[in-house]
């Protein structure tokens, strides 16, 4: 059974750049997408993006000036990088795996990220 | 594409049955799915293709609809469905989701 779990910093300084990576364990990451989904507090799931194992990726353009997803495959792992947080980029963040149709059937267990000084 | 999810939040008793209906902006056939969401947790693949449970996923949980209305049914409601359900399109990208349902205990 597959699992995701996220790691990186809590915190992040406003104009900083946010870097996250998701490790992917007990499946190949072949066959499927591999998503980041952000959670600001008490509102709703907003999709940041996703990328394939060959590296084709696919954002949100209302995201898309400022992020970046990677993926390293010899450790299966994906990265998230946001350029020049501000505090509306405070939330949870999730990294999930997209079975391809965009339905998201495993998910990580989620990080907080607080944009702050 | 823009879901809108009504009620926003529910209040319902440990047995009773509840639907929770997600609009489209426009049509998007049967690509919608539901998740289950409880505190502090994350989210849940329950239904997809508007109507396919997923492995795993109580059949208490029913899911219809096409075009712009949706439905999820969870009948005889149990102590652990009290959460929150997002509805998501995946017809357009970006994919977007609904706004949520709180479902809580009466």
């Known amino acids: 059974q597959v699992q995701l779990q996220e790691s990186g910093p809590g915190l992040v300084k406003p104009s900083e750049t946010l870097s996250l990576t998701c490790t992917v364990s007990?499946?190949?990451?072949?066959?499927?997408?591999w998503s980041w989904i952000r959670q600001p507090p008490g509102k709703a799931l907003e999709l940041i993006g996703y990328?394939?194992?060959?590296?084709?990726?696919n954002y949100n353009p209302s995201l898309k000036s400022r992020v970046t997803i990677s993926v390293d495959t010899s450790n299966s792992q994906f990265s998230l990088t946001v350029k020049s947080v501000v505090a509306a980029d405070t939330g949870m963040y999730f990294c999930a795996r997209d079975d391809t149709v965009g339905y998201f059937d495993s998910w990580g267990q989620g990080l907080l990220v607080t944009v702050s000084s | 594409i823009q879901l809108t999810q009504s009620p926003s939040s529910l209040s319902a008793s440990v047995g009773d049955r509840v639907t929770i209906t997600c609009r489209a902006s426009q049509d998007i056939k049967k690509f919608l799915a539901w998740y289950q969401q409880r505190p502090g947790k994350a989210p849940k693949l329950l239904i997809s293709s508007a109507s396919t449970l997923q492995s795993g996923v109580s059949s208490r949980f029913s899911g219809s609809g096409s075009g712009t209305d949706f439905t999820l049914t969870i009948g005889s409601l149990q102590p652990e469905d009290f959460a929150t359900y997002y509805c998501?399109?995946?017809?357009?990208?970006?994919?977007?989701f609904g706004q949520g349902t709180k479902l809580d205990i009466k």
């Open positions: 998501q399109q995946v017809n357009g990208f970006p994919y977007t």
């Open positions: 990328i394939s194992y060959s590296g084709r990726t």
């Open positions: 007990g499946d190949s990451m072949r066959t499927y997408y």
